[in-house]
């Protein structure tokens, strides 16, 4: 089992940034064969996948997103991050990261989701 801390959202103007941390309970983001996602929901609209990054740093990045931003791990602090710039308001949503742990347990997990609010 592991839990997975979301912190870092918040109220920012358009063209501003935030950095997003997702935490784990346990050491799983250094297992190649492990992946973190970021999802985001917005109000009205079906959950979308915003970046990946496996264990391996495989990173993809949705087109929506691509060039704005990043995906980035921290191992010895069991940390994910997305850092997301030149924030637009179709880009408030609630952002979750989510795991897919196949050793040295398997199971899916998700983090609770923290509000992001791009609003002048």
């Known amino acids: 089992q592991v839990q997975l801390v979301v912190s870092g959202g918040g109220l920012v103007q358009p063209g501003g940034s935030l950095s997003l941390s997702c935490a784990a309970s346990r050491s799983i983001f250094s297992f190649v064969v492990n992946a973190i996602y970021w999802y985001r929901q917005a109000p009205g609209k079906k959950r979308e996948l915003v970046a990946t990054?496996?264990?391996?740093?495989?990173?993809n990045d949705a087109d929506t997103v691509k060039g704005l931003f990043t995906v980035s791990r921290n191992n010895s602090a069991s940390t994910v991050y997305l850092q997301m710039n030149s924030l637009k308001p179709e880009d408030t949503a609630i952002y979750y990261c989510?795991?897919?742990?196949?050793?040295?347990?398997?199971?899916?997990?998700w983090g609770q989701g923290t509000q992001v609010t791009v609003s002048s």
């Open positions: 989510y795991a897919r742990v196949r050793t040295p347990f398997v199971g899916n997990y």
């Open positions: 990054i496996t264990g391996d740093d495989v990173k």
